[in-house]
């Protein structure tokens, strides 16, 4: 039988309500920073064991219905021979950022020298997880991956990258079709190693107007998914004035942050399924106000043809992760007169 | 005769479009720089001398139709006795962070001991600033003084002010009511010393869900103008979902972010003056770039009864204020014809 988590994306209710977090694997776990001590973030994703492992460890925890690969939007670079590296505590830090037409045609060529440590990571994720729990993949979508090369690290406003894309739309055009092919091997290796589904993260897309993301941004997001076999999920923050417009990507679900609730959203793409959109703010305001706004998210999300329960953004670092697992088994103890009673939950 | 600035806010189209920029006093022009040196920024607010020379610097440079008071948002709580600094490269740090009742309850009261500074910086300014530059004073909205409170710090999610807000309305009450206050205070002394409009800015308020705004935050930026004379502007970013909200705190204008094109905010918010909207990444992508935008936001802006030109948000730091003397230029230059035209300019 298929996973609830694949059975939502097939617009399909499964009988048990399903739930994973972004970024569920990582700094929020004890047990990762333990593993992960003396390793740099992108080499412990470039070593299965480690990687495998990371991805796991969530799983295990709070009985999640999904495995996120555990990995970096920036790892695709790292593979095609970028230097890149995480900083702690700032981000993805490029040595040479990429600006001018001329450090685009430099880019090495967008493939992969050697992505067997991403396949064989996978294959122990796959050989491990139980057949009831989704394997999922993904990916940066270029304009994320874009803005980093552009500004060269983490920006608030990433405002060299939309100049860039204003200024010289050829340049522009290079540098996120790179970007996309990229993303779209990677995406591709982890199915080929048996990930299930795949989500496309365009964290940044929020930054844009309607208009700068449909003309320079959406073409090379639905590039970055051309042949990628399996469903897809497509996520941004702040984007609720084009959530319509990134559903264009083609895409079996869409992820919503925290600030447009599900039955509002799901007038914006209907026919999808919805994933989301628990206010990580929750997470530190008690267990009965996370409950209330958990079902009201939940109540809300029955207006889509299906509901995957996540947060609207990634698990804060300094999440108590007792409360996760809290809330993983609250949201698998609703009984079907709680998912479809109205008015019961909290708005926030 | 009035200012152009204040025919704007009266909904009445000045003969030469009015524009300013936020953040057009401070860290982009060298003159600041060199002024300020060896002066912590919240010290430079307080010393009047200082602040008047620094509100002036980029009206000389910039011809542009407004002096915007040189201050800070946290001035209002240094003026009540509440320990914060403004760390170079950092921004606002609280010593001690307000996160609970008890915390609220030991604030000092919202009172200023003495604000003599404030109005002897603003009596200065109105004496050599010529009659027809409007002067605006401007404060933090609650929303964002709040989060800066509760956070301690910058904060990129806001997360422990949102989980305040919904773990514990009481304390949220308290807190926003005792920034509502101090706001109010900091309008009001700028008012009476002479400035002729205010902007109250809620840069932080796009983290809200339109919900959340109207319920946990509206009344308290209600409660921050009520006494205020003049005319006033509201400005957030990344409040596009609940821009018609922020304009019933009461307001003449209201400011947009680039992400909203100003024919469609002109829906929004009928009968407003709009202020904004040029994309403060078009300052770093050439001059033919930056007018085309500047005349497409222009033209969009006349669907508005009145329209203030001002970039998207604030002046980034490592801005060419040649590039901004320009754009001044340029905008003070066209011609009635240039301004109905439609579609001339380059859409983003």
Not at 3 to 26: C, H, K, Y
Request: hydrophobic share 45%.
């Amino acid at each position: 039988m298929k996973s609830t988590i694949l059975q939502a994306l097939d617009q399909v209710r499964p009988e048990r309500l399903p739930v994973w977090f972004m970024r569920q694997a990582g700094r929020s776990l004890p047990e990762y920073r333990k593993l992960r001590r003396g390793t740099t973030m992108l080499d412990s994703c470039l070593i299965p064991e480690m990687a495998a492992e990371i991805t796991l460890q969530p799983v295990r925890r709070h009985d999640v219905d999904a495995a996120i690969f555990f990995s970096d939007i920036m790892i695709p670079l790292r593979l095609a021979g970028v230097d890149v590296e995480i900083q702690p505590g700032v981000g993805p830090v490029l040595e040479n950022p990429i600006r001018t037409r001329a450090e685009v045609e430099k880019l090495p060529a967008p493939t992969f020298e050697d992505a067997s440590m991403i396949t064989a990571a996978l294959k122990i994720i796959r050989d491990e997880l139980s057949a009831h729990k989704a394997l999922l993949g993904f990916a940066g979508a270029p304009f994320t991956l874009a803005a980093y090369m552009v500004e060269g690290r983490p920006s608030k406003d990433h405002l060299r990258a939309r100049a860039l894309m204003y200024a010289d739309p050829k340049t522009w055009d290079q540098l996120m079709t790179w970007a996309a092919k990229v993303s779209n091997l990677f995406l591709k290796v982890q199915v080929d190693a048996g990930a299930d589904a795949v989500q496309l993260f365009d964290s940044w897309a929020g930054s844009l107007s309607r208009n700068s993301y449909v003309s320079h941004v959406l073409p090379y997001s639905k590039m970055t998914l051309e042949g990628v076999a399996g469903p897809r999920i497509h996520f941004g923050t702040n984007t609720a004035p084009f959530l319509d417009a990134m559903a264009e990507v083609g895409v079996n679900a869409i992820g919503v942050d925290h600030r447009t609730p599900l039955d509002e959203a799901a007038k914006l793409v209907p026919g999808l399924t919805l994933q989301g959109n628990i206010d990580p703010a929750m997470l530190f305001a008690g267990e009965d106000a996370l409950h209330g706004h958990a079902l009201d998210v939940i109540q809300r999300g029955q207006r889509a043809p299906a509901h995957i329960v996540n947060l609207g953004h990634g698990v804060p670092k300094d999440a108590d992760p007792g409360v996760l697992t809290e809330l993983v088994a609250f949201i698998h103890s609703l009984t079907p007169e709680q998912l479809n009673a109205e008015h019961e939950g909290v708005s926030i």
